[in-house]
């Protein structure tokens, strides 16, 4: 019999969450950073690399898997899980995002979303029982409902209008999830409401009734900026059960989830470490550091002496020499640092939350970064 999805508390710290999502596939220990894998892979890395480095689950990304190589196709070759060769949990979006920030046209009506490819032109559409469908082709532990992602700044009456497709969406995701998901797969709802409280806590009670086995808050690090990102995060997640996970989507910098930890996040996925190891960005236990700036040509120190990742042990020179040489292998070293990085915080933060001591965490890894200045180069 397949294990059902569940989700325990395990200790707090403030508004703090440590705890631990059950699924068929492998415990999920929150707070948890999920390594996306847009297109069937964390980009410049080995899947084997993705999971030493702590990560119990990534993200992989539905538009793009539905374009290419398409979901009918992965499904009829058993699978995403074997596709890519990662065995831990999977979640995926909807692909809602994506259709509003990459595609050339769009219609956005009731029924859902037509868009044309960016890959060859072909048009699309998208529903929310398409969304549903094509992620249980594709095999996710973790789905979800399709949703708008209401763009910033939007008026009071733009983001109701917005959110209450958003929520007729997340019924019909739901009704169709309930149609087609094998035993133990999970769909979480998406609160909207951009950043006006009384809409974030209006989208919350509808998920609530609907009934979903997490709950994401969507529709932000759009330009809003931190303290507004922060405090919508609170306002949600002060009206969201504490019996489900809650996952905040699309961010962020080491700051960032520390920050939403502290008001009761416990998932996260975001680019920015892979995306930031192919621009030659590196994240560490002493900062933020631009491998192309010309004070680590002659630099012998290992990239980050604290971390635990294989990655981190070359020296900063050869770094600096693959990046400038355009070597991949900068690229695939750096990335993996930081894939590494993000869980090593993950892991020190849950440390933290059930020591009781996650405030102090927080402020010293904030004071490392505010200290560290290399983002440009010299």
């Known amino acids: 019999m397949t294990a059902p999805f569940s989700f325990t508390l ?15 596939r492998g415990v999920i220990r929150t707070p948890a950073f999920m390594p996306v894998g847009t297109g069937a892979t964390v980009k410049a890395m080995f899947p084997e690399d993705v ?9 992989a990304n539905t538009y793009h898997l539905m374009l290419r190589p398409g979901a009918e196709r992965i499904a009829k070759l058993g699978g995403l899980h074997q596709f890519m060769h990662w065995q831990k949990p999977i979640l995926t979006d909807s692909g809602g995002y994506q259709v509003m920030s990459l595609a050339k046209l769009r219609r956005i009506d009731e029924q859902g979303v037509t868009f044309q490819s960016h890959i060859d032109g072909a048009t699309v559409e998208l529903t929310p029982e398409r ?3 094509v992620q249980c082709l594709l095999g996710a532990d973790i789905q979800m409902v399709l949703d708008e992602c209401t763009p910033f700044p939007a ?10 497709l958003s929520m007729r969406w997340a019924e019909r995701s739901k009704q169709a999830f309930q149609r087609m998901a094998a035993p133990g797969q999970a769909l979480f709802g998406i609160v909207q409401g951009s950043v006006y409280p009384d809409l974030r806590e ?10 979903f086995d997490g709950y994401a808050v969507g529709g932000l690090a759009v330009g809003e900026g931190q303290a507004a990102m922060l405090d919508t995060v609170a306002v949600a997640t002060s009206v969201l059960p504490e019996d489900r996970p809650r996952y905040l989507m699309g961010v962020g910098t080491p700051e960032d989830l520390l920050e939403a930890i502290a008001r009761g996040i416990d998932m996260f996925d975001c680019v920015m470490p892979t995306r930031s190891g192919r621009h030659n960005q590196a994240f560490t236990w002493g900062g933020r550091l631009n491998l192309r700036n010309a004070k680590y040509a002659e630099d012998p120190n290992p990239l980050d002496a604290e971390s635990s990742c294989p990655a981190a042990r070359y020296s900063r020179a050869y770094l600096h020499h693959l990046v400038k040489s355009g070597e991949v292998l900068g690229a695939m070293l ?14 020190r933060a849950r440390e933290a939350i059930d020591r009781r001591a996650f405030a102090a965490y927080a402020e010293d890894v904030a004071r490392r970064y505010s200290a560290s200045n290399d983002g440009e180069e010299e």
Not at 13 to 20: E, Q, V
Not at 52 to 57: F, H, K, L, T, V
Not at 155 to 164: D, I, Q
Not at 202 to 211: E, H, N, P, T
């Open 334 to 347: 750096l990335s993996w640092a930081n894939v590494q990085f993000y869980q090593e915080l993950m892991a």
């Open 10 to 24: 395990k200790a707090r710290d403030g508004n703090a969450r440590a705890g631990a999502v059950a699924t068929p």
């Open 202 to 211: 209006q989208s919350a009670g509808v998920l609530q009734d609907i009934g």
């Open 51 to 59: 999971a030493a480095s702590g990560a119990d689950i990534i993200l």
């Open 155 to 164: 008026t009071h009456a733009e983001a109701r209008s917005s959110m209450e």
């Open 131 to 133: 969304a549903i469908e």
